[in-house]
């Protein structure tokens, strides 16, 4: 298999578990397992995390005593506990770690520099992207996408709940109808929710494949690393 790297992206309400707040240590040991059997396999793999199991920025913002900016910086704060959080499982798991986040937090973690990134991850360390852009109006899919691009990823793996991008919402429709291949173009449709479209253009501007799967699949990221597309859709 040739040497490859990868962006793996997925979001802050899967840490929550059933309680839908905090961290459930036991889904963040399973994906750090997952993490890790790529890394024994020779991926480089960065990593960025949404907050929306802590805050949302949006949410946040909304009745308008938060400024949509301050809550945006609360999202970011947000993504940064999760960063740690998988740290510490990755860590706990024997693997090498670095987080690197978008605001200076000089206690807790390394600044982003792109060229220290890729060192990291030519070294065989896991990077974590935090703190979203470090800008606010940016969702961590657009962060994904940008830091994917910079490190010179060979893909995104956006793991969900779902195995795969479907042309309405499975959980509500009984008729929704799997897509197993999309276009940039198709995955920006109205009623398709891959990721936000600035992150898609992003991806479509550069050239990058998304994969989405479902992140709860044993196994799944190894598969789609082998070439395997059957429990997941590929936007590209």
């Known amino acids: 298999m040739a040497k490859q790297r990868v962006l793996v992206k997925f979001s802050g309400e899967a840490l929550a578990g059933e309680d839908g707040y905090g961290v459930d240590t036991s889904i963040l040991k399973f994906i750090a397992e997952e993490i890790k059997q790529l890394v024994d396999n020779g991926v480089e793999v960065g990593?960025?995390?949404?907050?929306?199991?802590?805050i949302r920025g949006v949410t946040a913002a909304k009745d308008g005593i938060i400024k949509r900016t301050s809550g945006d910086y609360m999202g970011m704060?947000?993504?940064?506990?999760?960063?740690?959080?998988?740290?510490?499982?990755?860590?706990?798991?024997?693997?090498?770690?670095?987080?690197?986040?978008?605001?200076k937090m000089e206690q807790i973690c390394e600044t982003f520099i792109v060229r220290r990134?890729?060192?990291?991850?030519?070294?065989?360390?896991?990077v974590i992207f935090a703190a979203?852009?470090?800008?606010?109006?940016?969702?961590?899919?657009?962060a994904a996408t940008l830091r994917a691009i910079e490190i010179g990823a060979d893909m995104i793996i956006k793991a969900t709940k779902v195995d795969g991008v479907y042309d309405k919402d499975p959980n509500k429709y009984s008729d929704a109808r799997k897509l197993p291949v999309l276009t940039y173009d198709e995955a920006m449709a109205d009623n398709i929710k891959v990721m936000d479209d600035t992150s898609i253009a992003l991806a479509k501007e550069n050239s990058l494949p998304i994969v989405v799967c479902d992140?709860?699949?044993?196994?799944?990221?190894?598969s789609i690393i082998?070439?395997?597309?059957?429990?997941?859709?590929?936007v590209k």
Not at 47 to 54: A, E, F, R, Y
Not at 77 to 95: F, K
């Open 132 to 142: 979203g852009t470090g800008n606010p109006f940016f969702t961590t899919d657009t």
């Open 47 to 54: 990593v960025v995390i949404g907050g929306g199991n802590i």
């Open 226 to 234: 082998n070439g395997d597309y059957d429990k997941c859709s590929i």
């Open 77 to 103: 704060l947000a993504t940064v506990i999760n960063a740690v959080a998988m740290q510490e499982a990755l860590e706990y798991l024997g693997m090498r770690v670095r987080v690197q986040s978008a605001i």
């Open 215 to 222: 992140m709860f699949h044993k196994g799944n990221l190894m």
């Open 117 to 126: 990134a890729v060192r990291h991850l030519e070294k065989g360390r896991i």
